[in-house]
């Protein structure tokens, strides 16, 4: 069964330093979005992505990140300067179609810490 | 504030007992999902309903509109159920969810 895939799986990185979260949605889906979920807490919604342009966007969702689809697989989410606070489990899905009733299908998320 | 909220946080329940997970929203919604989130952090969607109910194996859920709140249902639950469950809204305005908070569900053998 097809799968979205994540990489890497675990990030730790400086405080400062930029980071790319890279994503592989599954193949025939259009609808990207990239979730947060800091420990212990909820799961946030950072973005939305189609056809190669933001959909929607979180209040979370400032000038430090922003996405990418650099080629016809790859889906990327990059924070530029990295905070103490953005050390959370990002996830990655992709849907179809866009809509409520859409399934959205995770990947197994990267675990960043930034120390 | 939360525009989803969830209770109970934490449930315990024997092999075989019926659970009831429930959510209630606040904000205008055009669906809403259920999603499980597996210990290792792993998510898997289950649901989306934006009325009535329904069934999948032993799940059950179910949504009244008018009163936003939805439930889910387990039945003859087993320790494999163990994870956390997520309701998630989808909004009327916009293509995002709002998470709640999640049950954290444990059952014993």
């Known amino acids: 069964e097809p799968e979205v895939t994540q990489t890497p799986s675990h990030q730790v990185t400086q405080m400062g330093q930029e980071v790319i979260l890279r994503c592989v949605p599954i193949?025939?889906?259009?609808?990207f979005y990239w979730y947060r979920q800091i420990l212990g807490q909820k799961v946030e919604f950072l973005v939305s992505?189609?056809?190669?342009?933001?959909?929607?966007k979180s209040e979370i969702f400032d000038d430090q990140f922003s996405v990418e689809r650099p080629d016809g697989s790859n889906f990327t989410l990059k924070i530029r300067s990295t905070k103490l606070e953005d050390s959370a489990m990002y996830f990655c899905?992709?849907?179809?179609?866009?809509?409520?009733?859409?399934?959205?299908?995770f990947g197994p998320g990267t675990r960043l810490l930034v120390l | 504030k939360n525009e989803v909220e969830q209770s109970p946080q934490n449930l315990t329940a024997q092999e075989g007992e019926f659970i009831t997970i429930n959510c209630s929203y606040s904000?205008?919604?055009?669906?809403l999902h259920w999603l499980q989130q597996h210990p290792g952090g792993g998510i898997v969607s289950l649901f989306m309903?934006?009325?009535g109910k329904k069934k999948h194996g032993r799940l059950i859920a179910t949504i009244n509109i008018q009163e936003k709140h939805s439930s889910l249902h387990i039945t003859a639950s087993h320790p494999r159920d163990s994870a956390v469950y997520i309701c998630?809204?989808?909004?009327?305005?916009?293509?995002?969810?709002?998470f709640g908070t999640g049950t954290s569900l444990t059952v014993i053998p």
């Open positions: 904000v205008g919604i055009s669906a």
């Open positions: 899905a992709s849907s179809v179609n866009r809509g409520s009733q859409e399934t959205q299908y």
């Open positions: 309903l934006s009325s």
């Open positions: 998630a809204g989808w909004t009327n305005t916009g293509n995002q969810f709002y």
């Open positions: 992505f189609y056809n190669n342009e933001i959909s929607e």
């Open positions: 193949s025939n889906h259009l609808y």
